[in-house]
C-alpha cells in the first residue's frame, strides 16, 4: 500500500469511527455525566465559566430563581466568559422534567417545559463543569427520564442517621436525578415520627435501636419533617413516608400495648391488633398527620410479612370470633381485610396507598394502589401485579437491595445466590423486562432500597449507598437504548472523586482493598438467602 492509499484508508476509518460516535448511545456516554442522557453529542471547545460569564433569563420566576444558583455556581470558577440562558417555555413542548442543553464556547442554553427539567439541565451542566474544571466542553444534549417514580428508600427505624445526612443525601441524589425519598420510619425497634395525638410513640417508641434496645429516643420532630420536606421539594425530590403494618408494629405497640396483636418475646406486639375499632381510629390519626406532613400523593402502609402465625391471630377468642363473624378466610382472610380498610382509610383522605406486593392479594382496586415488587425470587408476583392492573414500582433485592454486599469479601450485609454489584444496578431492569412485556406502561419505576439492621453509623451507611446510588440512577432515567454498562463504569471514578469532596465514605468497585469495611457492631453479620 502507498503512503496516500494508506492515509485514504486510515481517514475512512476515522470518518467511519466518527460517524459511530454520533449514534446516540455512544457519544452521550462519552460525556461526564451521570445518569447517561437520552441523547448527547460532543462538539469541539469548551464555554469557559467565571464572574464575566452573563447569566439571562426567558421564562418566568422559577427560571429567575434558578439564575441565581447558576451565577453563585459559576463565579468561583474565575474570569469567564461567553453566556448562560435558561429558558422554561411551554412552547418548547417538553415533557415533564425532559431538557435540553446546549453548550458551544460563546455559551450555553438551558431549556426546558417543566421547572423540574430545567433543574435538571442545570444538574447536568454543573456535572459537565466539574468535570472540566470550569470549561464546559461544548456538547448537545436531549434529555428525558426512562422511568417517573427513580427512588432510595431509607430505613430509619433500625438505625436513625438524622437530618444532616438525610440532606446530603438529598443533594447527591438531586444530582443523579433522582426523585422521590421513600422513608422508612416505622418498624420494630423504633419510631421515627413525632404524632402530636400520641407523645409516646417517639418518647417510648422512639427508643433503642436494631444493636441496642436501651439506646436513647431518636425520631424527627414535626419541625425537621417540614424541613426536610421542603428541602427535598428545592431539589425536585417527593418525600414518601413508611407506616409499616399490620406487622412490623412493635415500637407501636410497646407504647401503645393495647394495639397489640399478640405475640411472645421477639414477636411481642409484631401486630396491631387486627379487629378493634380502636386500631383503625389510631390509624386514621397518624395517617392524618402524615398527610398534613407530606405533600405527595402517596401513603406507604407497608404490609409485608405478617407473620401472624407468631402473634395471636390464631389463638385470640376475640380474634377467632371476628373473622367468624365477618366469614373471612382465616387469618389469611383477616390479613387482607386489614389492608383494605386501611386502604380505604388512605383513600378517604385523597392519597393513593402503595404497599410491598403481599398486598396485591387483598384485592384492591387497581386504580387506588401501587405495588412495591420486592421478592426477586417470587418473579411471579411482579406479574401478577401487573396482570392485575396495578402500577408497579420494582425494588427486587436481587440486585437493588442496597443491604447486600458489593464484594464477595465483604462481612457484614446480605447474600441470596450472590450479591450486588453496581453494574448489576446500572444493568437493570432488563433481565425482567421480559416479564413485563406488554404492560410497560404500568412500570412506574423502581428504587434502591436500603434497609439497616446491619447499618449502625453514617460510615457504613456510606459504605453501602455508594457508589450504587449512581447505578440506580443509570437504571431508572437512562433509556435501553442508550445504556453501555462499560462506559457507565468509566465515568465512575470521576464520581468517587466529587463523593471524596463530600467526605462519603464509599465503597471503591475498582480497588476494593483501597476501601476497607468500616467497623460495625457485634449483632451485625452476614445473612445468607433469609
Ligand atoms: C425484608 S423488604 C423486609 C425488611 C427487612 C429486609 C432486610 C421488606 C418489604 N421487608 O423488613 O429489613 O427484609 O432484612
Known amino acids: 500500500m502507498t503512503h496516500n492509499g494508506f492515509f485514504t484508508v486510515a481517514r475512512r476509518m476515522l470518518l467511519a469511527v466518527a460517524a459511530l460516535l454520533m449514534l446516540p448511545g455512544a457519544v452521550s456516554a462519552q460525556l461526564p455525566v451521570i445518569p447517561t442522557p437520552a441523547k448527547a453529542s460532543a462538539g469541539r471547545g469548551a464555554l469557559a465559566l467565571g464572574t464575566a460569564t452573563a447569566v439571562n433569563v426567558c421564562g418566568g420566576a422559577y427560571a429567575d430563581e434558578l439564575a441565581d444558583s447558576v451565577r453563585a455556581f459559576i463565579a468561583p470558577y474565575g474570569a469567564g466568559e461567553g453566556s448562560v440562558t435558561l429558558m422554561l417555555a411551554d412552547s418548547l413542548r417538553l415533557p415533564d422534567e425532559a431538557y435540553t442543553l446546549e453548550v458551544s464556547p460563546d455559551g450555553a442554553t438551558l431549556a426546558a417545559s417543566s421547572p423540574a427539567g430545567l433543574y435538571y439541565a442545570f444538574e447536568a451542566f454543573r456535572q459537565l463543569a466539574r468535570a472540566g474544571n470550569g470549561k464546559v466542553q461544548s456538547c448537545r444534549v436531549s434529555d428525558a427520564p426512562r422511568f417517573a417514580w427513580r427512588g432510595f428508600m431509607l430505613d430509619e427505624s433500625r438505625h436513625f442517621f438524622g437530618k444532616e445526612k438525610v440532606k446530603q443525601y438529598l443533594d447527591i441524589m438531586a444530582s443523579l436525578r433522582l426523585n422521590v425519598l421513600h422513608w422508612h420510619l416505622v418498624d420494630e425497634p423504633g419510631w421515627r415520627i413525632e404524632i402530636k395525638r400520641y407523645p409516646r410513640l417517639t418518647e417510648v417508641g422512639g427508643r ?42 412493635s415500637a407501636a405497640t410497646r407504647a401503645y ?265 457485634d449483632k451485625a453479620d452476614v445473612l445468607k438467602n433469609g
Do not use: C
Not at 210 to 234: G, K, L, M
Not at 237 to 244: N, Q, T
Open 208 to 249: 433503642g435501636n436494631w444493636h441496642d434496645p436501651e439506646a436513647p429516643a431518636q425520631f424527627y420532630t414535626q419541625d425537621d419533617i417540614r424541613e426536610i420536606v421542603a428541602y427535598a421539594a428545592d431539589r425536585h425530590i417527593m418525600v414518601v413516608p413508611e407506616f409499616d403494618m399490620p406487622g412490623h408494629a
Open 257 to 521: 400495648p393495647e394495639l397489640s396483636g399478640g405475640g411472645e418475646g421477639q414477636w411481642a406486639g409484631f401486630t396491631f391488633n387486627p379487629v378493634r375499632d380502636s386500631t383503625f381510629t389510631f390509624i386514621a390519626d397518624v395517617i392524618d398527620e402524615l398527610v398534613e406532613l407530606f405533600p405527595a400523593p402517596y401513603i406507604h402502609i407497608g404490609g409485608d410479612e405478617v407473620h401472624y402465625g407468631n402473634s395471636s391471630w390464631y389463638t385470640s377468642p376475640e380474634i377467632q370470633q371476628y373473622i367468624a363473624d365477618n366469614k373471612l378466610d382465616g387469618p389469611v382472610g383477616l390479613e387482607r381485610e386489614f389492608i383494605r380498610r386501611v386502604a380505604d382509610i388512605v383513600a378517604a383522605r385523597g392519597k393513593t396507598v402503595i404497599g410491598w406486593d403481599e398486598i396485591i392479594d387483598a384485592g384492591i382496586s387497581p386504580s387506588k394502589a401501587v405495588i412495591m415488587w420486592w421478592r426477586h425470587d417470587k418473579a411471579h408476583r411482579l406479574l401478577m401485579a401487573l396482570e392485575s392492573g396495578y402500577r408497579v414500582i420494582m425494588t427486587p433485592r436481587r440486585p437493588l437491595y442496597a443491604d447486600f454486599v458489593q464484594d464477595p469479601g465483604h462481612s457484614v450485609g446480605r447474600f441470596w445466590n450472590g450479591y450486588n454489584r453496581i453494574e448489576d444496578v446500572a444493568s437493570f431492569p432488563e433481565p425482567v423486562m421480559y416479564l413485563a412485556k406488554g404492560y410497560e406502561e404500568q412500570l412506574l419505576g423502581l428504587q434502591m432500597s436500603l434497609w439497616t439492621e446491619r447499618v449502625a453509623d453514617t460510615g457504613r451507611l456510606d459504605f453501602m449507598t455508594f457508589p450504587r446510588l449512581a447505578g440506580v440512577a443509570e437504571a431508572a432515567w437512562t433509556p435501553a437504548a442508550s445504556k453501555e454498562p462499560t462506559l457507565f463504569m468509566r465515568k465512575l471514578p470521576r464520581f468517587l472523586r466529587w463523593l471524596d469532596t463530600k467526605n462519603i465514605r464509599y465503597f471503591n468497585p475498582f480497588d476494593p482493598k483501597s476501601t476497607p469495611e468500616p467497623s460495625a457492631p
